[in-house]
């Protein structure tokens, strides 16, 4: 019957049991009726198979008809919430006390509405001083209930008064309440009372919290949260104005939602600009947060925020900054911008909270390579080695791939005498030659007709024992330099003509 979430038959067979005298252990049904009603959301018809079932308990000494304290609080739930009535309520708690069911927090916490929701002070003040007697530590449900029956009646000064209670009780350290009761808050005052009174509110809890207290458990942050929450942003910039008119001080929880708010929805210009606003007052966020808000900036290429919030963040002191570096370098590399990427690498170069190797480097020089803007990947070649950044095979062979889809054979000769000084056959040096950079030099140097040089690469790869396909570099003479004739050379430069003699018989062209 709860799987087919059949209600109606259910309550029929328990009143059949009750009819004929049938008893059966309450664990065995009880909380499966619980569960049954709490699908359908109404406990009306529980309670009155709850009281049948704690009158035979009573009257006939039956302990296992004794109710679970889940079963009592759905009773009283039914009594408090549904019916509204204080009779059925402490009708319910009176037979709690005479069976030995132990009131949890929920069961005051339900009695709180309804006494808030009647308006009865001295009742809730007995409430107050049960708790402090049952040694509850936590009066988080009992206040949250009461604010619920305080904006159910529209009592919007109680509701007021409960939180700056409850903020004075936790020495400045902020309420557990549940998103819910914040929106219960927002909503009543909307439409009960004013933005001016919410913005009073927090600015009154803010002087009550203390500098330590964390984020999210301030008062600020759960209603400005659930402005966000119930699709009221408007709502929360209006509160976040009156307080400025107020002259109330911001705390950090009253911007932590909007920022979230235009991450979500990627206004992240204005997130930026919050940010300095909010590192202008002297606050800091946490680390999660800057790197939410960049990822937000880089996902929609705002890519001047995104350095904005970056800036902020180490002007802010903290100590990680790697994970949002990298972020905005994938970003820039994925969206093929070298040119930012070298002035925000620039930027940050000398800071020693983030961590660069040569890596990066070899990320815009091979940017800018296969864009074909090579003076730029030169002039960041440059400002790589000036800073001492050692380059390696992967910067090299970017560069030489540039030239060679330009044409510009020379520049890689010149990259070759460069390579040639650091490599070392017995791999002393930082720089060692591998296949592919042997290749990558190989094809180039070939084609550009540079056969001196081309004879010390073969050299050199063979002192290395690095294998090399004669096939590639036949093409490429053939392609480049067919019409080529020895005995030209001859007249002209003796040097050319004994490394093209060199080249040919090496690669097996002498014929």
């Known amino acids: ?21 049938f008893f059966i252990h309450f664990s065995l049904w009880g909380d499966v009726l619980v569960e049954i009603c709490r699908k359908n959301g109404n406990f009306g018809g529980f309670l009155q198979v709850f009281n049948e079932n704690c009158r035979v308990a009573i009257d006939e000494k039956l302990n296992f008809l004794k109710p679970s304290l889940a079963a009592c609080n759905a009773a009283l739930e039914c009594c408090c919430r549904e019916v509204e009535s204080i009779t059925d309520a402490e009708k319910v708690v009176e037979t709690m006390s005479v069976l030995g069911v132990r009131p949890d927090e929920c069961s005051f916490g339900l009695l709180a509405y309804l006494y808030a929701l009647k308006g009865l002070k001295e009742k809730i003040a007995e409430l107050e001083g049960l708790i402090s007697g049952f040694g509850f530590p936590d009066k988080g449900v009992f206040l949250s209930n009461l604010i619920s029956g305080f904006v159910k009646c529209g009592n919007l000064a109680s509701v007021s008064a409960t939180i700056l209670q409850g903020v004075r009780e936790t020495d400045g350290q902020g309420l557990c309440f549940q998103e819910g009761t914040y929106s219960e808050v927002v909503s009543g005052f909307l439409q009960n009372g004013s933005i001016k009174d919410l913005a009073t509110l927090i600015g009154e809890t803010q002087t009550l919290e203390s500098p330590s207290v964390i984020v999210e458990r301030s008062a600020g942050y759960g209603i400005i949260n659930a402005c966000v929450n119930l699709g009221l942003l408007d709502k929360a910039h209006m509160i976040f104005d009156e307080m400025n008119a107020q002259g109330a001080s911001l705390g950090l929880g009253v911007y932590l939602p909007i920022l979230k708010a235009y991450c979500k929805e990627q206004r992240t210009a204005e997130a930026a600009q919050l940010v300095t606003d909010i590192s202008g007052l002297g606050l800091q966020l ?13 996902s929609c290429q705002d890519f001047q925020s995104a350095f904005s919030v970056f800036r902020d963040m180490r002007e802010a002191r903290i100590p990680d900054l790697q994970g949002s570096y990298l972020t905005i370098m994938t970003g820039l590399t994925e969206s093929h911008r070298p040119e930012l990427m070298a002035a925000f690498l620039d930027e940050i170069v000398e800071d020693p909270r983030i961590e660069i190797g040569t890596h990066d480097w070899n990320s815009i020089i091979h940017a800018f390579c296969k864009a074909g803007r090579l003076e730029d990947a030169r002039r960041t070649f440059r400002r790589m080695t000036f800073l001492q950044f050692e380059p390696n095979e992967q910067t090299y062979l970017s560069l030489i791939n540039g030239n060679v889809t330009v044409e510009k054979y020379f520049n890689v000769m010149m990259l070759w005498n460069e390579v040639k000084r650091k490599v070392s056959a017995e791999g002393e040096t930082k720089l060692k030659l591998d296949s592919s950079l042997v290749d990558a030099f190989l094809y180039a140097l070939v084609k550009g007709g540079f056969f001196d040089a081309v004879m010390q690469v073969v050299e050199k790869s063979q002192e290395m024992k690095i294998f090399v396909d004669k096939w590639r570099y036949k093409q490429a003479f053939m392609e480049k330099h067919k019409k080529l004739r020895v005995s030209k050379l001859r007249r002209k430069n003796r040097g050319k003509m004994e490394a093209l003699i060199a080249f ?5 062209l002498s014929a």
């Open 1 to 21: 019957m709860r799987d087919a979430n059949s209600a109606a038959p259910a309550f029929a067979l328990v009143k059949c049991m009750f009819k004929n005298r």
């Open 504 to 508: 040919k018989n090496w690669a097996g």
């Open 286 to 298: 946490d680390v999660a947060t800057y790197d939410a808000l960049i990822e937000a900036s880089m």
